[in-house]
């Protein structure tokens, strides 16, 4: 038995060694082998993705993130400031002063923050205590809005200088001279008087109600100064009469007011105005000034507009007629129910609008105005406007005036070109006007005759027909050359 018990741990012994040399003998990087699927059995499922990929795809993510804000400040704090409008805004300013105090409008540009800005005098600062709004507005200094500064402390003459300080940048804007305010003449002291005898004097009674009597004073109103000034040119003219305005007021204000004396305004500094009928107007200008205690008187100037001289003229025949272009027709309304057709739709007008109908293109058209009424104006390409603004353009196939109360035209010319021989026109009730075939006859400023009539028609191969006053006419003879 111990024999038998000696030969199990001998073998024993001898098995661990084998397993210990196997061990040692194995190569170090063995490949692995593709597991085999036996018959019967079932491929497992490959493992799920391992937690370093998921990491991996998160670090894109956060890389794509960062890239994307990067361009998004890029673009705020690089593009943008250099998309941004350089230089400082353009602004129109027109100073006025008035003693110590001088006074900027901002006629145009943009809002002007008071930290964006600086005013001098000099080159000295001058405090904001001494900047102010007119008409109680706040900051920003706004479009046609005034602003005050109060120059008294400083030597003068001086230079105000307006500078835009926004950001890094320092451009002046706008500069002007503050004058001295004239040094007022010393009253002289009166040497003293007799007391004069007292004499009864008769009570007089004022407007408000006052009474003066001995030892009383009445002082007498004060009349404005005359501050508006402006010139009108010509003052005179046929009609119609285009004028020139211009405000030479040198007094700071808020706006202005033309009247024209025909019932249109406006308020532009220079305004151009026509006066289609013949008469005299009164033009005057009106003011609010900046300064609300300062006041003046309106000026006002004749216009006074002649009649045009026309030669009542009748003309007919074979051949072909056209209205040059720019010819145009004035007058106004006097009732209602007044209709219009332009560009296919139809247009109202009211009582007293005054009208003025421009034949842009020219060209074969018809007029008939009869009986202070227009009943026809045909044209292709024609500009309406009413009350000194464009009301419509388009065809104007159908007119329906039935009442006006003045009518005017100007720059309209006829030309007719005679078909045949022995075309006749009378110009005030005598033959005048001659042209053989191929001439063509010129009617010059043409308008309305003596009794109110302007009939022009064109029908294809039937010639034309005229009848209406005229300026001036001409036979004209094609040259050969």
């Not at 004058?179 to 004499?199: G, K, L, M, R, Y």
Request: aromatic fraction near 6%.
């Amino acid at each position: 038995m111990k024999d038998e018990e000696d030969m199990l741990e001998l073998l024993d012994d001898e098995g661990s060694a084998d397993e210990l040399e196997l061990e040692l003998d194995e190569p170090e990087n063995e490949p692995e082998q593709e597991p085999v699927t036996l018959p019967g059995e079932t491929e497992e499922e490959p493992a799920s993705e391992p937690e370093g990929r998921e990491l991996e795809i998160d670090l894109r993510l956060i890389i794509v993130a960062v890239v994307a804000i990067a361009i998004i400040l890029a673009g705020v704090f690089i593009v943008m400031p250099m998309m941004a409008p350089s230089g400082p805004p353009e602004v129109i300013i027109t100073p006025s002063q008035s003693a110590e105090d001088l006074y900027l409008h901002l006629e145009s540009g943009p809002d002007l923050e008071l930290q964006d800005i600086r005013f001098t005098i000099d080159g000295n600062e001058i405090p904001s205590d001494k900047l102010m709004l007119m008409g109680g507005e706040s900051w920003p200094w706004s479009q046609n809005s005034v602003l005050k500064i109060d120059t008294s402390g400083y030597a003068k003459p001086a230079t105000i200088a307006v500078i835009y300080t926004k950001g890094d940048m320092q451009s002046l804007l706008f500069s002007t001279s503050a004058d001295p305010t004239p040094t007022p003449t010393p009253t002289p002291t009166p040497e003293p008087t007799p007391e004069p005898v007292q004499t009864p004097v008769q009570v007089t009674e004022l407007s408000a109600g006052y009474q003066t009597g001995p030892g009383m004073q009445v002082q007498e109103s004060l009349i404005p100064a005359e501050l508006i000034r402006f010139d009108a040119q010509p003052t005179s003219g046929v009609q119609p009469l285009v004028v020139q305005f211009a405000d030479q007021t040198t007094v700071c204000a808020q706006n202005r007011t033309w009247d024209f004396g025909d019932g249109m305004t406006s308020n532009t500094r220079y305004p151009e105005h026509m006066y289609p009928f013949p008469g005299t107007y009164s033009a005057s200008l009106d003011m609010v000034f900046c300064d609300p205690d300062e006041s003046s008187p309106s000026p006002v100037k004749e216009i006074t507009v002649l009649p045009m001289e026309r030669q009542d003229t009748l003309l007919s025949g074979p051949g072909t007629a056209e209205i040059d272009d720019g010819g145009q027709l004035f007058f106004s309304v006097k009732g209602p129910g007044m209709t219009m057709r332009i560009g296919g739709k139809d247009y109202s007008l009211k009582k007293d609008d005054q009208v003025r109908i421009v034949i842009n293109e020219g060209g074969i058209g018809s007029i008939s105005i009869i009986n202070n009424a227009i009943v026809q104006f045909d044209f292709e390409d024609a500009t309406v406007y009413v009350n000194g603004k464009e009301f419509a353009s388009g065809w104007l196939t159908n007119i329906n005036i039935n009442q006006y109360s003045q009518i005017a035209m100007s720059d309209i010319t006829i030309r007719i070109k005679a078909h045949e021989s022995g075309l006749k026109g009378l110009v005030n009730a005598v033959p005048a006007i001659v042209a053989n075939n191929g001439q063509t006859v010129i009617l010059h400023n043409v308008g309305t005759d003596s009794t109110g009539k302007f009939l022009f028609s064109v029908q294809e191969k039937a010639g034309f027909t005229f009848r209406g006053g005229i300026e001036s006419y001409e036979v004209t003879t094609p040259s050969l050359t």
